[in-house]
């Protein structure tokens, strides 16, 4: 089985893998991918102690981990592992479980052909910010946007899968789609417009992305991952619920059932192991949008119907 999954920045959210419901129940057979941001190939000197903790125990995971780079990478230092051939594209070869899925590449797993593409521009330091001298190199590198031959090699590989696959992993997403998200508040960018291209010319399943730090189903079969870890070929509202990684974070508007009554609403708490007494699931404290009942109605996630993208 192929699982997807979010950033992972390092040590600071690879913790979503530990104790979780899924990821206890993966086997040898089993692959990991994370959709960008990987980010222990992430000290501008070499691996450091952290790093190499990490990735020795991502290595001892029955599962095998697939990454493609985001923009928290040291790309230096990522591009100077050995590059190798594996299930039809091309990697690079971190531990022997541990494989960063280069830019372009069509791999075939299980039946699947997945197209990859890494990278994304930075809104936090870097040319958006105008720090680029100071952060250039150590906490920044201009290759988190694809090169024209790595994009060249996407588009040539795809030519020669007759422009169809079955599912495509990226850091972000197609222009159009990045706007829906973000309302705006990310330019688009030569990756983005780059994948709008992509989005509108070849054929595929579902597309997952990571990036933007949401659970999220875009449209049908776009999904935008992070802490969820989720089936190939599931959206976000197919996957099952997790204990301690709830689906909705504080601020979402929701559809919701209560007491038999379907409403919008907003949420207003989280709690992802469950409040007292009952830890079957996460459950939001949520506000509808046409009463201000003086404590929210609290909501089991399985009756949350769906996420809104009108706030
Ligand atoms: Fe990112
Ligand atoms: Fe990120």
Same mark, same amino acid.
């Given at each position: 089985m192929i699982y997807v999954t979010g950033d992972t920045h390092g040590s600071i959210d690879i913790r979503k893998l530990l104790e979780n419901q899924v990821t206890d129940q993966m086997t040898e057979e089993d692959y990991l991918i994370i959709c960008g941001d990987f980010g222990l190939i992430w000290n501008y000197k070499?691996?450091?102690r952290k790093e190499r903790k990490w990735l020795e125990w991502l290595n001892k995971r029955p599962w095998t981990t697939l990454f493609c780079d985001g923009n928290h990478e040291c790309?230096?230092?990522?591009?100077s592992y050995p590059e190798s051939e594996w299930h039809g594209g091309?990697? %690079? =070869?971190i531990r022997d479980k541990v494989l960063h899925l280069m830019r372009g590449e069509i791999f075939e797993i299980e039946g699947n052909s997945i197209f990859v593409m890494g990278g994304a521009s930075s809104h936090d330091r870097g040319p958006l910010k105008g720090d680029t001298e100071i952060v250039q190199g150590k906490s920044w590198w201009p290759e988190e946007i694809p090169s024209d031959e790595e994009m060249e090699n996407g588009?040539?590989?795809?030519?020669? %899968?007759n422009n169809? =696959? $079955?599912y495509i992993i990226t850091h972000c997403l197609p222009t159009t789609y990045q706007d829906i998200v973000k309302r705006g508040e990310f330019p688009a960018d030569k990756a983005t417009d780059y994948l709008e291209t992509i989005s509108q010319t070849v054929a595929y399943k579902h597309w997952y992305s990571g990036h933007y730090h949401v659970n999220i189903d875009v449209i049908d079969k776009i999904s935008v991952v992070f802490s969820r870890?989720?089936?190939i070929g599931d959206t976000i509202m197919e996957s099952e619920t997790m204990l301690g990684i709830p689906k909705f974070r504080?601020? $979402?508007?929701v559809l919701f059932r209560h007491e038999g009554e379907e409403m919008m609403g907003t949420i207003k708490e989280v709690w992802p192991w469950g409040p007292f007494f009952k830890h079957d699931e996460p459950y939001y404290g949520v506000t509808p949008f046409d009463d201000e009942p003086k404590k929210p109605f609290q909501v089991k996630e399985t009756d949350i119907i769906e996420k809104s993208l009108i706030i």
């Amino acid at each position: 089985m192929i699982y997807v999954t979010g950033d992972t920045h390092g040590s600071i959210d690879i913790r979503k893998l530990l104790e979780n419901q899924v990821t206890d129940q993966m086997t040898e057979e089993d692959y990991l991918i994370i959709c960008g941001d990987f980010g222990l190939i992430w000290n501008y000197k070499k691996e450091i102690r952290k790093e190499r903790k990490w990735l020795e125990w991502l290595n001892k995971r029955p599962w095998t981990t697939l990454f493609c780079d985001g923009n928290h990478e040291c790309f230096p230092r990522l591009y100077s592992y050995p590059e190798s051939e594996w299930h039809g594209g091309k990697v %690079h =070869v971190i531990r022997d479980k541990v494989l960063h899925l280069m830019r372009g590449e069509i791999f075939e797993i299980e039946g699947n052909s997945i197209f990859v593409m890494g990278g994304a521009s930075s809104h936090d330091r870097g040319p958006l910010k105008g720090d680029t001298e100071i952060v250039q190199g150590k906490s920044w590198w201009p290759e988190e946007i694809p090169s024209d031959e790595e994009m060249e090699n996407g588009l040539k590989n795809l030519k020669a %899968h007759n422009n169809q =696959v $079955d599912y495509i992993i990226t850091h972000c997403l197609p222009t159009t789609y990045q706007d829906i998200v973000k309302r705006g508040e990310f330019p688009a960018d030569k990756a983005t417009d780059y994948l709008e291209t992509i989005s509108q010319t070849v054929a595929y399943k579902h597309w997952y992305s990571g990036h933007y730090h949401v659970n999220i189903d875009v449209i049908d079969k776009i999904s935008v991952v992070f802490s969820r870890i989720i089936k190939i070929g599931d959206t976000i509202m197919e996957s099952e619920t997790m204990l301690g990684i709830p689906k909705f974070r504080k601020g $979402d508007a929701v559809l919701f059932r209560h007491e038999g009554e379907e409403m919008m609403g907003t949420i207003k708490e989280v709690w992802p192991w469950g409040p007292f007494f009952k830890h079957d699931e996460p459950y939001y404290g949520v506000t509808p949008f046409d009463d201000e009942p003086k404590k929210p109605f609290q909501v089991k996630e399985t009756d949350i119907i769906e996420k809104s993208l009108i706030i």
